[in-house]
């Protein structure tokens, strides 16, 4: 029983244990027979519980349910949530800022109750640290809000999305596009869409190249206002700002006088056209990334971070003129 778990890098054993086994077999020229080793770990899950364990998903915003009121947020955790069921696992809820909630406490909780593997939700801002006793744990995190750990994440395909939503404009002729997003915004996606967004610019002629708007904190309808009278934009790519008000506020009739696109559409911004990232899917991809390392026995923090990308799709919309 100790081979078998050392070779499985099980950390219910001594590190110094699993380094001695692990290197015999290294000596004894030992190969994992992977079609073997698949069968066993799914009969062995099979004979210790039809429900093999429960997963944690963490979260860390101010509020125990603040992040359930951003639809995509919801979307991601409902398809986490659902393929996390598919593979006989539940899901539950944990607030790592709980009043009173320190991380040795949350470690022990998480500990006590035999949850092996989190999804670590994304955060309000960027640059953010979660402090747990990880070597016990195998992680996955969404987007790249969560800066510390570095575990294994889950992302949207920021920079293709983007290019895919001025390929979809280019068919519809749009020639001077604007971006208008916030400077939180555009940190929380790493700059990508901006990325994106800059070098399609840099193709158009110069008449036809307008600079984004990335809004700093204060008076961000002033500063729209200035940029649009500025600029005179076909068509603007938003998404946390208020631009369609911003726009009715101006008289301005969409889309004849100016077309919109959402960055980050759901049936809230309906019948607006955008991108749907398709935060279901992430979700999807964020729970077989996280069985993937339990079934490998991989806990803590990895040596490689491993990135997953998924890409959105267009949604057609009456604020864009037709191709």
Known sequence: MTVSLALRNDPRL?????????????????????????LMTHLRTLHENPVQATLGFV????????????????????????RAGQLGYTLDELWLTEPGMTSARMTKILRTRGIRGLILHSLPESGGRLDLAWAHFACVTKGLTVSHPAVHRVVSSHYEDMQLVLHELDRRRYRRIGLVLSEALSARVDQAWLAAFLLHQNKMIVTDRLPALITSAGDEAAQFDTWYSTHRPEVILFSDQPVAHWIDQLRLRVP???????????????????????????GEAATDLLVGQLQANEF???????????RGHWVPGISVRRR
């Not at 001594?14 to 698949?38: E, F, N």
């Not at 049936?267 to 398709?278: E, I, K, N, Y």
């Open 256 to 282: 004849t006088d100016v077309g919109l696109v959402h960055l980050d559409w759901s049936r809230d911004v309906a019948p607006l056209a955008g991108l749907d990232s398709d935060p279901e899917t992430v």
């Open 14 to 38: 001594l590190p110094a244990t699993r380094k001695r086994v692990q290197a015999a077999a290294r000596m004894a020229g030992y190969r994992v027979d992977a079609v073997l080793s698949s």
């Open 300 to 310: 803590g923090i990895p040596k490689h971070e491993k990135i997953v990308a998924v």
């Open 59 to 82: 979260t860390a915003w101010p509020t125990r349910d603040g992040w359930r009121k951003a639809s995509n947020l919801k979307r991601f955790y409902d398809g986490a949530k659902r």
